[in-house]
């Protein structure tokens, strides 16, 4: 992950600390040169308060900080072609173009993605969704596919999922939910207007909240159990079309699925098994 990423997730850092981190991310040739001893005097700070600023964004220690940053700038070196993740293809490419180009976004929202996630709370998550008695998945527009997409997963190993799909359906799954529900929270931008007031009487309700959306769309986190940051690359409006975030999400959440399965995978596997017969019924030869 990025360092300009883990410092953007750690949402506790104190105001000296949110100073130690962008002298850093503006100064990074510079830093790569300096002894902490010469960072804290440059800062007019301690190297007490440097080791706490690194240890808290995921590294063991100051010179850990440096190699990270030695490989980001390699990386971005050996790195030449850019791909512009909103508008991925131009007029006059041809369709060979235009699929490389693709493969590229959508290589690209994988790796990204995986980078942001927190692999520990998605193993929360997963556990959490796999004891629940319903899951109500909560968005609108494009990801809608995406929820139902979740849910066909789901019911192969015999877990019903509940997609509401019009405001109507959303507010009358809330009222009839209860502690024993799990509320997913599908946005990329985290703005919908149909989320704080669905939030706010789920957390009336008792019922846990995941919310997964782009790095720093938590915008309601005193209503919100877990939160799955994806990569935060596409622009919210100046773009073609929702490639890079679509398969982000998908990502994500074909990923939850997967933890899921493998929380009671010898009784799954045998529940997939044993509807074979019902569910194919084509001739066998």
């Known amino acids: ?30 830093i790569m040169k300096l002894k902490i001893q010469d960072l ?15 240890k808290k964004i995921g590294f063991n220690g ?12 390699a990386d971005l070196l050996e790195n030449n072609s850019y791909i512009n993740v ?4 131009q007029e006059n490419d041809n369709p060979r173009e235009i699929a490389f180009k693709l493969l590229e976004v959508y290589e690209k929202a994988v790796k990204d993605t995986f980078e942001c996630v927190d692999l520990n709370q998605v193993k929360e998550v997963a556990q959490l969704i796999d004891t629940a008695d319903m899951v109500d998945i909560y968005t ?25 799909n019009s405001f109507y359906n959303q507010r009358l799954t809330v009222l009839a939910s209860n502690q024993n529900h799990v509320a997913i929270i599908l946005s990329y931008s985290g703005k919908a207007t149909f989320i704080l007031p669905i939030v706010k009487k789920l957390y009336e309700k ?13 915008y309601y986190s005193k209503y919100i159990t877990y939160y799955l940051p994806i990569s935060d690359s596409e622009n919210n409006r100046d773009r073609m079309s929702q490639f890079y ?24 596997i045998k529940y997939i098994y044993d509807s074979i017969d019902y569910m194919d019924d084509r001739p066998t030869e």
């Open 245 to 268: 975030s679509h398969i982000a999400m998908q990502y994500i959440m074909d990923v939850l699925y997967a933890c899921i399965y493998n929380e009671r995978r010898k009784k799954n």
């Open 40 to 54: 804290a005097d440059i800062l007019f700070i301690s190297k007490s308060a440097i080791h706490r600023f690194v």
């Open 140 to 164: 609108h527009a494009h990801n809608s596919n995406i929820a139902e997409n979740f849910k066909d997963k789901m019911l192969t190993i015999g877990r019903n999922v509940n997609c509401p």
């Open 1 to 30: 992950m990025k360092l300009e990423k883990k410092i953007e997730l750690c949402d506790s850092l104190t105001p000296l600390e949110t100073e130690i981190a962008s002298y850093i991310v503006n100064n990074k040739d510079t």
């Open 206 to 218: 008792g019922v846990k909240v995941i919310q997964i959306g782009k790095a720093g769309s938590n």
């Open 62 to 73: 100051f010179n850990d900080l440096k190699v990270s940053i030695a490989k980001e700038s």
């Open 86 to 89: 909103n508008y991925p293809f």
